[in-house]
C-alpha cells in the first residue's frame, strides 16, 4: 500500500471512496446474520464511517488506516459521540497487527483490491487471518471483473485472485457479486466475500483416479 500516498489524497480531499453513510451491504450483513456484538476491526477505515457506525450497534471496535490524515479525522468524530467504544490508529495491515485482537468481526471496504500483486493479496489475507478470533468472520467488498469496461472507480479483482488469496489461510463462505452502493445501480459492481477461520487446513486438489 505504501507505493501510493493515500495520506496526499486525505489531505487534498480527493477521497471518492469515503463516505458519511455507512454501506449498505455491511448494514446487512450485521442485521441479517445475527452478527453477535463482539470486537471488530475495520481495516481502511478512512475517516471512521463503518467503524462509528458498528460502534453504534454493540461492537468494541478499533479502525486502522495507512493514512494519518484520515484518522485525524476519524479521531474528530469519535469526538462528537464520546459513548461509541472505538479507538482509531495509523497502521499498515501488511507491516503489523492492530492492538485489540483478536477480534470476532473484520470489515474492509476496498483494501483488498489495492493490491495489485498475487504476493501482497496473499500478505493481507493471512494478516486478517492471524486477527481474527476462533470464530471470526470477515466481511470484504472489492472491485469485481463485472460489469462494462471503465477507465476510472476501484480496481477489479477476479474471483480467482479472491480465492487463491484466501483459501489457504480461510474458508470462503460466501461469495457474491453486489454493488459498492447498493441505492445506486451506476456504482460499480463489488464482489462481497465473506471468510472465516478454519477448523482445519485446506486440503490440495485432487486429480481423477
Known amino acids: 500500500m505504501a507505493q501510493r500516498d493515500w495520506n496526499e489524497h486525505y489531505l487534498q480531499e480527493e477521497t471518492p471512496w469515503d463516505t458519511d453513510a455507512p454501506d449498505a451491504t455491511l448494514v446487512a450483513f450485521v442485521q441479517s446474520r445475527t452478527l453477535a456484538p463482539g470486537r471488530a476491526l475495520d481495516i481502511g477505515c478512512g475517516t471512521g464511517t463503518h467503524a462509528l457506525w458498528l460502534a453504534s450497534h454493540g461492537f468494541d471496535v478499533v479502525g486502522i488506516d495507512i493514512a494519518p490524515r484520515a484518522i485525524e479525522r476519524a479521531r474528530t468524530k469519535a469526538a462528537l459521540t464520546p459513548t461509541a467504544t472505538v479507538r482509531f490508529a495509523v497502521l499498515d495491515i501488511l507491516a503489523s497487527l492492530p492492538d485489540g485482537g483478536p477480534f470476532d468481526f473484520v470489515f474492509d471496504r476496498g483494501v483488498f483490491h489495492v493490491f495489485d500483486t498475487a504476493d501482497d493479496?496473499?500478505?493481507?489475507?493471512?494478516?486478517?487471518?492471524?486477527?481474527?478470533?476462533?470464530?471470526?468472520?470477515?466481511?470484504?467488498?472489492?472491485?469485481?471483473?463485472?460489469?462494462?469496461?471503465?477507465?476510472?472507480?476501484?480496481?477489479?479483482?477476479?474471483?480467482?485472485?479472491?480465492?487463491?488469496?484466501?483459501?489457504?489461510?480461510?474458508?470462503?463462505?460466501?461469495?457474491?457479486?453486489?454493488?459498492?452502493?447498493?441505492?445506486?445501480?451506476?456504482?460499480p459492481r463489488a464482489w462481497s466475500c465473506v471468510s472465516r477461520q478454519r477448523e482445519m487446513p485446506a486440503q490440495p486438489s485432487t486429480m481423477h483416479p
Open 121 to 187: 493479496r496473499a500478505r493481507f489475507a493471512a494478516q486478517v487471518a492471524r486477527c481474527l478470533a476462533p470464530a471470526g468472520q470477515w466481511l470484504s467488498l472489492l472491485g469485481s471483473t463485472e460489469g462494462p469496461p471503465r477507465d476510472e472507480g476501484p480496481p477489479r479483482r477476479s474471483a480467482r485472485d479472491i480465492v487463491n488469496a484466501i483459501e489457504p489461510v480461510l474458508e470462503i463462505v460466501e461469495l457474491r457479486t453486489t454493488l459498492f452502493d447498493l441505492d445506486r445501480v451506476e456504482q
